[in-house]
């Protein structure tokens, strides 16, 4: 049978095109019953407090950034979104006296707006949300050299350069509404993938790249960073991609219950236990990548009950 239309936007690919059964078996997964999806290459893990969760985030930063040595750099490729572990990443490396000269950072991805990256100026620049959180609060005498500071740019060319000057310890993520990672959003149903959402095999061999957002993105980014304004929102980003994705030694996903639903947290955890790799549900990718873990913040997860405000 041919795949379902998006209910939310027609003109692309997304969750609510996959078989009914599968949402249906996501949203009756308890708390005790996502613990139990953790498989070898698979972990989950619960935090009891936000303090606890953003920490244990942070320290992702620290103790990737403590193996760096002038013969082995290591890098860390962070989101913004979440944001709260920026500024106990700052404090912890100061505190310790952390010294960052063979440390890297790549940011995940940042918005595109007349055919170029919008500058740190743009209200909702992602590079300047890095540094003014975090790397701007480190002491000067510790902080990473500022070519070990890789930000997507317009031209991709270096920063795709740039992930053979270290290894990536750990990719960190959140989890958008479109069960994204960075913006690999589901793509839009046109052309080849009218009827089909592209192979995975397709979608993994993508790099880094300008991508049309889904319009959910969109709504979900003006939603927790611009007041709800949608026209503030750029329609388009540049984004690590799966290639890079697949560099990094350990992908991380933070779910503090701010960004995706009861029902996606639960969707994009099933999915990559049970191997079900669909693309429109991007995060299902991550099935095929040998060490990711889900960080849920119990009081975030919520249920999938229909209950009426």
Not at 12 to 34: E, G, K, M, Q, V
Request: contains cysteine; charged residues 20%.
């Amino acid at each position: 049978m041919p795949r379902p239309l998006s209910r939310i936007a027609p003109g692309w690919w997304d969750y609510t095109t996959l078989d009914a059964a599968i949402i249906s078996d996501a949203a009756r997964l308890s708390p005790r019953a996502i613990e139990q999806l953790s498989r070898p290459g698979f972990r989950v893990v619960f935090y009891e407090t936000l303090q606890d969760f953003y920490l244990a985030e942070a320290l992702e930063y620290i103790v990737a950034w403590r193996g760096a040595t002038a013969d082995d750099p290591v890098g860390v490729c962070g989101p913004i979104g979440p944001t709260e572990q920026l500024p106990l990443v700052a404090r912890l490396v100061n505190e310790l006296g952390l010294d960052l000269r063979h440390a890297h950072f790549w940011g995940m991805d940042e918005w595109y707006e007349n055919g170029r990256e919008v500058p740190v100026s743009h209200p909702l620049s992602f590079e300047r949300a890095d540094r003014e959180l975090c790397f701007d609060r480190i002491r000067p005498e510790l902080r990473m050299p500022e070519e070990n500071l890789h930000f997507p740019k317009s031209n991709t060319a270096a920063y795709t350069a740039s992930w053979n000057a270290a290894r990536c310890a750990v990719m960190q993520g959140g989890q958008g509404d479109t069960k994204h990672w960075a913006f690999n959003d589901p793509p839009r149903r046109i052309g080849a993938y009218q009827h089909e959402p592209p192979t995975p095999k397709e979608y993994r061999s993508l790099g880094s790249r300008v991508v049309d957002l889904h319009p959910v993105t969109l709504a979900q980014n003006a939603r927790t960073s611009g007041g709800g304004n949608i026209g503030l929102v750029p329609m388009q980003a540049i984004t690590v991609g799966p290639c890079e994705t697949w560099r990094a030694e350990k992908v991380s996903i933070w779910h503090a219950g701010v960004h995706d639903n009861p029902l996606g947290q639960r969707l994009t955890a099933m999915m990559i236990s049970q191997r079900i790799i669909d693309t429109s549900v991007p995060m299902s990718l991550l099935s095929d990548h040998p060490n990711v873990q889900f960080n849920y913040y119990r009081g975030g997860l919520g249920d999938c009950s229909v209950e009426m405000h």
